[in-house]
């Protein structure tokens, strides 16, 4: 089995930035595509970016594109969601997600295991 714990999650000013971290134990962690979605309060549950399980590729929705990156630490069973130029609107609680070998998804109902969450406060 694998777990997820993710850290990093605060409270920002409007255009601030963080840095997202989720640290993988239990499973064979390269195998895995990693996804981070975030769900705010009364919204529901919504992709944000995603890599594949050899960090080839990286995928964002578009509302993050171009401020958000996410990385990949192999090594160190980590990945990161640096978030640059945060708007209000990213305030939500981030989860980090991993589905066996994938190659980075954006559906939800793919991904094996899940964490519990950060909460990122973005004020304006």
């Known amino acids: 089995q694998v777990q997820l714990v993710e850290s990093g999650g605060g409270l920002v000013q409007a255009g601030g930035s963080l840095r997202l971290s989720c640290e993988a134990s239990g499973g064979t962690f390269y195998i895995y595509a990693m996804g981070w979605f975030r769900q705010a309060p009364g919204k529901e549950r919504e992709f944000v970016a995603a890599?594949?399980?050899?960090?080839?590729?990286?995928y964002y929705t578009d509302s993050v594109k171009g401020r958000f990156t996410m990385s990949r630490d192999n090594g160190n069973q980590m990945v990161y969601l640096q978030m640059n130029s945060l708007k209000p609107e990213d305030t939500a609680v981030y989860y980090c997600?991993?589905?066996?070998?994938?190659?980075?998804?954006?559906?939800?109902?793919?991904?094996?295991?899940w964490g519990q969450g950060t909460q990122v406060t973005v004020s304006s």
């Open positions: 997600a991993a589905d066996q070998y994938g190659l980075g998804n954006s559906q939800s109902n793919v991904y094996d295991y």
């Open positions: 890599i594949s399980w050899n960090g080839i590729s990286t």
